[in-house]
């Protein structure tokens, strides 16, 4: 188990509550499931941080009903895998609301082609992201708002943690140069449950290192 405490819960949300300036006006759809912490963290710690609200669909809850449920409640942001951005792309319903601002996207990788045909099809913009368990959901999220994205990155770290690309010997690597994605900060876990070789391996020099590898540009975009 990843050992987590309720200071790194709150360090998420708010860094992400801040980053896509929710207010008291926000309301989020939660349809991703709450023993994962991207449902916890995004859609129901963030907006519940800045006094917005989020509406927790019931564990049947089937996509077919997507765009009436955000329709009914008024949502204006949600939270998704990649994989349900293709099926609503597949489904013949039509987006009926006026109320959803952007959708967060991580977990899977988002294609450019499922990108560009959502955004064209319902008119919403999506904000790609990065993060894992271990850094309590997002590290990294594209620019807010949607015309300051750099579509095709991850974006850039929230200011809840540092991210950086490490090589094999811990060294920082200069951009456009690919190594191990690191991450340190107030969302980052403290180490894994009762796995001292583990943690020697994951935990160095007050770095997580994630296992991915990626590269980032002069202006900081992973």
Not at 56 to 83: C, P, Q
Not at 133 to 152: A, L, M, Q, V, W
Not at 214 to 220: A, I, L, M, R, V
Request: charge should be neutral.
């Amino acid at each position: 188990g990843v050992i987590l405490s309720h200071l790194n819960l709150l360090a998420d949300a708010k860094a992400i509550s801040e980053w896509f300036q929710f207010s008291t006006e926000t309301r989020t759809l939660c349809i991703l499931p709450l023993f994962h912490n991207n449902g916890q963290i995004t859609t129901l710690l963030a907006p519940l941080f800045s006094g917005g609200s989020t509406v927790v669909v019931e564990g049947n809850f089937s996509l077919m009903v997507f765009w009436s449920i955000v329709e009914s409640y008024k949502a204006n942001w949600t939270s998704v895998m990649a994989s349900i951005l293709s099926i609503l792309l597949s489904l013949k319903t039509k987006r009926k609301d006026k109320t959803l601002k952007g959708i967060l996207c991580g977990g899977q990788i988002l294609t450019r082609s499922v990108q560009n045909e959502f955004e064209r099809k319902f008119k919403v913009p999506i904000y790609e992201g990065y993060g894992l368990t271990e850094t309590t959901s997002f590290s990294c999220i594209n620019d807010y708002p949607h015309e300051k994205r750099n579509i095709g990155s991850i974006g850039k770290s929230l200011p809840t943690n540092e991210m950086a690309i490490l090589d094999a010997t811990g060294k920082e690597l200069g951009p456009h140069i690919e190594g191990e994605i690191c991450i340190r900060g107030y969302n980052v876990a403290c180490g894994y449950l009762g796995s001292p070789e583990k943690n020697k391996k994951a935990f160095v020099n007050g770095w997580f290192h994630s296992g991915d590898y990626g590269k980032k540009d002069e202006e900081g975009y992973f």
